[in-house]
């Protein structure tokens, strides 16, 4: 179940510094680790983390803004997924990228799914007001 305490301002907060991370992840990719991801040949792959990582920050402080508005419930559940498929698909995709080990390609596409699951929750959550 979703904790009721999950507010309009942990969800803002939550799209906050997972778009600061993506900033500061982003960068250590492009100067801290280029020779390993040159070396592994995981460059596009850490950019690939990188970039859904951004949308889906995104995502959470839109959810965070249209929390005042439409179904909350529906809203906190896609902010969750949203925070997860992160964590899940990105952070597989670094640690791929870092390490090369293959099995950690083998969970991005759980990661996906979150996102997929948590857009759906985001449109269920518009609904008409009447």
Known sequence: MIKSTISKETILK????????????????????????????????????????????IAI???????????????????????????????SLYILSITNIGVFGAITPIGGILFIVGWLYLFLSIKKQS
């Open 61 to 91: 402080l839109i959810s965070g803004v249209l929390f005042d508005k439409y179904s909350v419930s529906n809203i906190k559940k896609a902010a969750i997924l949203f925070s997860l498929g992160i964590i899940v698909f990105s952070g």
């Open 14 to 57: 939550t799209g906050i510094i997972f778009s600061l991370l993506t900033v500061i992840i982003g960068a250590f990719g492009a100067h801290g680790l280029s020779d390993i991801l040159t070396e592994n040949d995981r460059f596009d792959t850490f950019k690939t983390g990188v970039l859904y990582q951004l949308f889906h920050s």
